[in-house]
């Protein structure tokens, strides 16, 4: 009776104590996979096969191109799938659980690198990785990395930039670990789905292809991606190039401009000054590089010269066409230019003195003033109405002749300058169209090509 006593009453017992919570499939997975894993060891039960990794990249945008430090700094979404053989089980057993989640920390992860990486910026730590019931693990995340890109500047503002990122393993050769392509080539090169197309850069492709390096007796395996951008010209174009085109308009106007004005030297300086203020101002939008000059670099400093070189051949007129008026009346034109240019004296003779030389064939000396005076005694001792009047009436014709040759030979001089104005000035334009037509085959060939 006691026995049955004890029975009943350890029965009872029993079922006032709580049962202990039955662990769910997906802890009991996990705590089965990870209960002997060891995260240091490569995951094969055959250690001589090798572990292919397999790389994906997907370009979402372009943040930032600095020439000065040879960078880029791109936004990415980057992925790693490869077999874990320790991480298998049957979805059966588990309630069909056929994918779950662990820390990237309690498995064996790939040391696969970027050979160009500078920062990973504000990357977002990802702590997790997907893992199936055959055992393939699938690492995605998305960086923001900054890259050591070697940038050709040369062409800018129609630049194209070919930067690479190079995958890796930073230790294990071929035959430990391998690298493929998760998609094809020509998938990977044409997508552009998740690119953010309304930026500077427009994306071209991402052409990849796969290699292997030998390195102190060892193949390792590397995965390049080369991504292909091109800046959009057109900030540029309207920013920096029409404003330096339209003064150079001005410029060449000016040439319009009387030679004899007093303006012309005036507005040509004035010119000069507004674009130097235009290109010290527009100095933090051009690019900045060490081993070579942008081309529009070189464009604006040309421009400048030639605005200089305008400013020079307008001061040389001028200074021409203010020749000592001295030199006006006692020499020709074509005397004037060889006194400019510092030759003889003795070939000096004014056309005047050669036409009175050619009439005459013999030289005479005139006569002494002596006898000058002594011959005009009488007259002026006793001048009558009609001899003053005639004297004066010389002297007249005298002082019109002088100045209507000084007149004709003022404007000899003034035409001859202006024929040099228009010659340096076509000279001016030719200089000018051939430059600018260089530069506009040049641009066209990098937008086009």
């Known amino acids: 009776m006691s026995v049955i006593w004890l029975l009943l009453l350890s029965g009872h017992i029993a079922e006032s104590v709580p049962e202990k919570p ?24 055959n250690w001589t096969s090798a572990t292919t990794v397999y790389v994906d990249l997907i370009l979402q945008s372009v ?34 659980i056929n994918e779950i989640s662990l820390s990237s920390d309690a498995i064996w992860i790939p040391d696969i690198i970027v050979n160009e990486l500078v920062d990973e910026g504000g990357s977002a730590a990802i702590p997790y990785v997907y893992v199936n019931s055959s055992g393939r693990v699938k690492n995605y995340r998305p960086m923001q990395v900054v890259l050591a890109c070697s940038l050709e500047m040369y062409a800018f503002p129609f630049d194209r930039q070919n930067c690479s990122l190079t995958f890796r393993s930073w230790l294990h050769s071929v035959e430990e670990i391998d690298l493929a392509l998760w998609r094809s ?5 044409n997508d552009q789905r998740e690119f953010m197309n309304d930026g500077e850069w427009e994306l071209l492709s991402i052409p990849s ?10 193949d390792y395996a590397h995965v390049c991606f080369h991504v292909l951008i091109r800046r959009r010209p057109l900030l540029y174009v309207v920013g920096l190039l029409i404003p330096s085109i339209f003064l150079m308009m001005v410029d060449v106007m000016s040439f319009y401009l009387p030679v004899d004005s007093s303006t012309r030297i005036g507005f040509k300086i004035s010119t000069l000054l507004g674009y130097t203020l235009f290109r010290v101002n527009l100095t933090d939008e051009l ?3 060490a081993v070579t000059t942008p081309l529009v670099g070189v464009f604006f400093a040309v421009c400048m010269a030639l605005l200089m070189l305008s400013l020079i051949e307008s001061i040389l007129v001028v200074k021409l066409l203010h020749h000592s008026e001295k030199e006006f009346r006692e020499m020709s034109v074509s005397a004037c230019l060889l006194d400019k240019y510092g030759l003889a ?26 006898e000058d005076l002594e011959s005009l005694t009488p007259i002026e001792q006793n001048p009558s109405s009609l001899e003053w009047l005639l004297r004066e009436l010389v002297s007249l014709r005298l002082a019109f002749s002088q100045e209507d040759t000084e007149a004709s030979a003022q404007a000899e001089w ?29 641009w066209a060939s990098w937008s086009f090509a």
Do not use: M
């Not at 499939?25 to 995951?43: E, F, I, S």
């Not at 080539?185 to 090169?189: G, K, L, Y």
């Not at 292809?209 to 060892?218: C, K, P």
């Open 345 to 370: 004296e003795s070939t000096l003779t004014s056309t005047r003195t050669l036409d009175r030389l050619n009439q005459s064939q013999d030289f005479e000396f005139e006569a002494s003033p002596e």
């Open 287 to 289: 690019p900045a590089t």
């Open 209 to 218: 292809r796969y290699w292997r390096l030998q390195q102190d007796d060892a």
């Open 63 to 96: 943040l930032d191109v600095d020439s000065k430090t040879q960078t880029i700094t791109t936004s990415i979404w980057y992925r790693q799938i490869w077999t874990d053989e320790f991480l298998v089980w049957d979805p059966a057993e588990f309630d069909g």
């Open 414 to 442: 003034l035409a001859l300058c202006s024929k040099l104005d228009r010659f340096l000035f076509r000279l001016y334009l030719i200089v000018l169209a051939v430059y600018a037509g260089s530069l506009l085959l040049l």
């Open 22 to 45: 039955k662990r769910s499939p997906l802890n009991q997975v996990t705590r089965a996979l990870l209960r002997k894993y060891d995260c240091g060891v490569r995951p094969v039960h």
């Open 185 to 189: 080539a020509e998938a990977i090169a």
